[in-house]
Structures are given as C-alpha cells and as structure tokens.
Nanobody, 124 residues
Framework: QLQLVESGGGLVQPGGSLRLTCTASRYTLSNYAIGWFRQAPGKEREGVSCITSSGDTTNYGDSVKDRFTTSRDNVKNRVYLQMNGLKPEDTDVYYC?????????????????RGQGTQVTVSS
C-alpha cells in the first residue's frame, strides 16, 4: 500500500522559510498527482497545494498563493513544498497524499496514502 512520508518541518520565525519533502520508499510518485494538506487536531483540513504527475500543473490554496511553491523531482521520487513568508497562522501539521483529482482542480486526498505529517510552527 502506498504510504507517503513527510519531512522538513520545524520551528521558524515569522517571515522565514521552510522546505517540506514528500517521498515514498517502494512506490513511484511520478504516477500520481500529489497534494499537500494541513490539519491540526480539532481543525478542518485545508488543501495547500497540488501538483500533477508530470509537474505541468500546480494549484494553491488562497491563503498560501504567492508564498508557497510545490515542485517535484521524479528522478529522485520526491515532491517538495517550498514555504516562504511564513506567518503564525501557517502553524499546523502538514502532510502529503495522493490527490484523487489527477488534474489538481480540487483537493481530494487519498486517506490511506497520507503520512504521519510534519509539524510546522511559526513563532517569534
């Protein structure tokens, strides 16, 4: 079963940057559209970004547009989320998952593919 693994979270000051990485050990990510999502316990899930399998199309949530960028390296079997201009309200648990909408028109995570998530905390 495909299950993704996230890394790269941490504590950063407002205005700072982090890069999250999503990978899978035994599956080829290039076959899938990959979404980044965030959800802390007790909060609603929010779609952050999505990238199609080829990388030709990306989509972003309104709250992160112009600050976050998703990309992928299909040779290295990785998908990235570059987060710049971080704000305290970006504090959350971030996870990646296969996006069931292969065109990234909507955020529809495949629940079984998501990883444990990585904590991002933005605080001075």
């Amino acid at each position: 079963q495909l299950q993704l693994v996230e890394s790269g979270g941490g504590l950063v000051q407002p205005g700072g940057s982090l890069r999250l990485t999503c990978t899978a050990s035994r599956y080829t990510l290039s076959n899938y559209a990959i979404g980044w999502f965030r959800q802390a316990p007790g909060k609603e899930r929010e779609g952050v970004s999505c990238i199609t399998s080829s990388g030709d199309t990306t989509n972003y949530g309104d709250s992160v547009k112009d600050r976050f960028t998703t990309s992928r390296d299909n040779v290295k079997n990785r998908v990235y989320l570059q987060m710049n201009g971080l704000k305290p309200e970006d504090t959350d648990v971030y996870y990646c998952a296969v996006n069931l909408d292969v065109y990234c028109g909507t955020y529809r995570p495949h629940a079984d593919s998501r990883g444990q998530g990585t904590q991002v905390t933005v605080s001075s």
